[in-house]
């Protein structure tokens, strides 16, 4: 599975958009973007996950770069609650199951 | 619904001991993994379960690390003569498919002394 690059911190305001953005640039025609938080003494929860087109869901949108190499996590109103490390992996659908962890961004939402 | 649930949710042990770690998964869930956090580290692969499957134990971390699932539901991690290093949460998650997000519990954290 690809490698994925991630800042390691990023800081919003709450009440504001949260962009978390990660580089998969060797990423493959068959590997799904996934994103995932820890929050704090929790174990990891799934947030969303797309191929190529932009998807949205009650929690966030994730935005795939036409060529896939990148892709940018928005949560549109960030509140204290969404204070977490966010996980970016690549992931072989029908033949991986292994997600492999980054380091992840660790967001602060300040009041 | 119940989530994946895991016991117990805080454990401290004496180094040389074993240790049993219990994860039930969501009901219906065919696969179900083990990983391992250490302190501020990522999530390390330890174990996978899919349906009646031979496991993938490749990653666990030496021979005193095993793990059963048994009757397709609930699984066990034993560790064997504990080591200091051991020390670390163990995340249990489970998937209705392979295909599937994995929802996690949240964890076991375990303490040798």
């Known amino acids: 599975d690809a490698k994925t690059t991630q800042p390691p911190s990023m800081d919003c305001a709450e009440g504001r958009a949260a962009n978390l953005p990660c580089n998969h640039s060797t990423i493959s025609g068959n590997e799904y973007v996934y994103w995932y938080r820890q929050i704090h003494s929790q174990g990891p929860q799934y947030i969303i996950h797309g191929l190529k087109n932009n998807e949205t869901n009650e929690m966030a949108s994730l935005i795939i770069t036409e060529d896939r190499k990148s892709s940018t996590l928005i949560l549109p109103h960030a509140t204290l609650r969404d204070t977490a490390v966010y996980y970016c992996?690549?992931?072989?659908?029908?033949?991986?199951?292994?997600?492999?962890f980054g380091s992840g961004t660790r967001l602060l939402v300040r009041p | 619904g119940a989530g994946v649930s895991q016991s117990p949710s805080n454990k401290v042990t004496e180094k040389g001991k074993d240790v049993e770690l219990r994860c039930d998964p969501i009901?219906?869930?065919?696969?179900l993994y083990w990983y391992r956090q250490s302190l501020g580290q990522g999530l390390e692969f330890l174990i996978y379960?899919?349906?009646?499957?031979?496991?993938?134990k490749s990653g666990l971390p030496s021979d005193r690390f095993s793990a059963e699932r048994t009757g397709g539901s609930v699984s066990t991690l034993t560790i064997q003569r504990t080591q200091q290093e051991d020390s670390a949460v163990y995340l249990c998650a489970s998937s209705p498919t392979l295909n599937s997000p994995l929802h996690f519990g949240n964890g076991t954290r375990l303490t040798v002394t």
């Open positions: 992996i690549v992931r072989v659908v029908d033949s991986s199951y292994k997600l492999i």
């Open positions: 009901s219906g869930h065919t696969a």
């Open positions: 379960f899919q349906g009646n499957s031979a496991p993938d």
